[in-house]
Structure formats: structure tokens, C-alpha cells
């Protein structure tokens, strides 16, 4: 399997809602990402795991909490969002974050906070 | 500051037609640089990169130390050209970790 596969592809939320995003790889990759792209703009990062240790936070809100339960997944739990959240959240994937490692894409979440 | 730019948000060009996308950097250092591609409908992909020194569908980007440039090239534009391409170097963010920091993007459009 040579793909990321995110869950689900569109979710629609309110302001009080809990809810998560889920990215899964089969790659033996140990390095993940998360990225939210607002329309036409380009994909801004949000978070790095590295050998399921978190290693970069870029200052997200911290109604944004990620979880890396295993090598193969990384979840994105929200709670509290602001309708400004509303975006296409991506989910990639790397052997390492080392920098001239390419990075494998999800197709994305297309989250919408009411 | 460290940042990369690509001067255009659109780029249109006849099919045939030869096509040059531009990307400039500032970065401390020598950042490793990519190019990722997003067609209609499709999730982001690597089109080509830097360090591999390769042509991937016709495509060409040369690493231009000295104007801090690379610009992606292709001699002649066919119709599934037409995407969005973004230039991408990798910034050490300390913890032994590189990200990918996207330039705004260009799209680029190929007229039959």
C-alpha cells in the first residue's frame, strides 16, 4: 500500500462539537504531518511527528491536539472550533524529516465549522 | 527572513508552447528544494526535486545558487500541464526535523 488515507473526506461541525480526523499509511514511514491549506492558498504546516514524538508545533491553537497512537497513524482532535477553521486539512507522510525526503499526501479532509 | 517566492499567481500558455515557472529564495544556507504539483482533483504529489537531478514528465528545474533560483521549465506544454505548482524548500526546524515550507503557487494554464 503506497498510499495515505484520510478519514473522513468532509465533515461538517458546530462550534461546541468534539470531533477527530484520522490519517493512516502502510509505508513504514516514521515521520508524519499535519497541514491545513484555506482555499487557494498553499498548505501551511501545523504539526510534525517524528518517531511518533512530536517535534514541531507551530504554534497552533490548541483547540488543534494531535495524537500519534502508532508508526502508521495520526489523528488531529478538535474541539471547540472556530468557523475561521474551516479549511482542507492534510495529512503526509515521510521515511524521515530529514530534508530531502519527499513527502506523501492524503487527499485531505474537507472540514467545515459552522 | 527566510521565505520563497513565486512571482506569478497565474501563468497561461498555448499547447507547444515553451513554459518556465519562477521561484526565488532567501534562506540561511543551502535549503533542499522541490517542486509539488496538485492537478484538478487529485491530492498533492512531488513532481521533482533538487537532489535527484531528474526530468519528470518533461520537466526540468536547474538550482541557480547565484540568483538563489529554481525555476521549473518545460520545453513544450501539453493540456495535462494544466495544475497548480508550488516550490517548496525545507528549512531545519531544529529536533533533527525539516519542514516544507510552500511557496504561494502558480497555476499554470495550457490553451489548446
Known amino acids: 500500500d503506497t498510499e495515505v488515507t484520510q478519514t473522513p473526506k468532509h465533515l461538517v461541525m458546530g462550534m461546541t462539537n468534539k470531533k477527530s480526523l484520522k490519517c493512516e499509511q502502510h509505508?513504514?514511514?516514521?515521520?508524519m504531518y499535519w497541514y491545513k491549506q484555506k482555499a487557494k492558498k498553499p498548505p501551511e504546516l501545523m504539526f510534525v511527528?517524528?518517531?511518533?514524538?512530536?517535534?514541531i508545533n507551530e504554534s497552533v491553537p490548541s483547540r488543534f491536539s494531535p495524537e500519534c497512537p502508532n508508526s502508521s497513524l495520526l489523528n488531529l482532535h478538535l474541539h471547540a472550533l472556530q468557523p475561521e477553521d474551516s479549511a482542507l486539512y492534510l495529512c503526509?507522510?515521510?521515511?524521515?524529516?530529514?530534508?530531502?525526503?519527499?513527502?506523501?499526501f492524503g487527499p485531505g479532509t474537507r472540514l467545515t465549522v459552522l | 527572513a527566510q521565505r520563497v517566492t513565486q512571482p506569478e499567481k497565474l501563468l497561461s500558455v498555448f499547447k507547444g508552447a515553451p513554459v518556465e515557472l519562477k521561484c526565488n529564495y532567501s534562506?540561511?544556507?543551502?535549503?533542499?528544494l522541490f517542486w509539488y504539483v496538485q492537478y484538478s482533483r487529485q491530492r498533492l504529489q512531488l513532481l521533482l526535486r533538487?537532489?535527484s537531478r531528474e526530468s519528470i514528465k518533461g520537466f526540468t528545474a536547474d538550482l541557480n545558487k547565484g540568483e538563489t533560483s529554481f525555476h521549473l521549465k518545460k520545453p513544450f506544454a501539453q493540456e495535462e500541464d494544466s495544475a497548480m505548482y508550488y516550490c517548496?524548500?525545507?528549512?531545519?526546524?531544529?529536533?533533527?526535523?525539516?519542514?516544507?515550507?510552500f511557496g504561494k503557487g502558480t497555476k499554470l494554464s495550457v490553451i489548446p
Open positions: 503526509a507522510s515521510s521515511p524521515s524529516s530529514a530534508n530531502y525526503n519527499e513527502q506523501f
Open positions: 509505508m513504514g514511514h516514521r515521520a
Open positions: 511527528y517524528s518517531y511518533e514524538k512530536l517535534s
Open positions: 534562506y540561511s544556507g543551502s535549503p533542499e
Open positions: 533538487h537532489i
Open positions: 517548496a524548500p525545507t528549512l531545519y526546524s531544529g529536533a533533527g526535523s525539516y519542514q516544507l515550507t
